[in-house]
Nanobody, 119 residues
Framework: QVQLVESGGGLVQPGGSLRLSCAAS????????MGWYRQAPGKERELVAT???????KYGDSVKGRFTISRDNAKNTVYLQMNSLKPEDTAVYYC?????????????WGQGTQVTVSS
């Protein structure tokens, strides 16, 4: 069993910043890609950012230059630093982690954390 615990969401004014965290625990042999996705009401889930074990990153076009993804491999934790937040960034943010438990690979999702950008 693998658990993903997200934290850091909340209400912030436009132009503000938030930092999300997602810690993985449980039956983990290794972790490959870690990432964040988001889903706004009435819209499909979309890529925010991903990061490989080696540190290679990928960002959705709408967040490039404003968001930064990072990870701490020793803590099995991925972070998302969100700056210059806009109302259109309002969504539920989900952590996604590719985990190998020694027997097989698993695509794991967090429970989601709400981010609301509003004045």
């Amino acid at each position: 069993q693998v658990q993903l615990v997200e934290s850091g969401g909340g209400l912030v004014q436009p132009g503000g910043s938030l930092r999300l965290s997602c810690a993985a625990s449980g039956s983990i042999f290794s972790i490959n890609v870690m990432g964040w996705y988001r889903q706004a009401p009435g819209k499909e889930r979309e890529l925010v950012a991903t990061i490989t074990t080696g540190g290679s990153t990928k960002y959705g076009d709408s967040v490039k230059g404003r968001f930064t993804i990072s990870r701490d491999n020793a803590k099995n934790t991925v972070y998302l630093q969100m700056n210059s937040l806009k109302p259109e960034d309002t969504a539920v943010y989900y952590c996604n982690v590719d985990i190998f438990d020694g027997l097989g690979a698993h695509d794991c999702w967090g429970q989601g954390t709400q981010v609301t950008v509003s004045s």
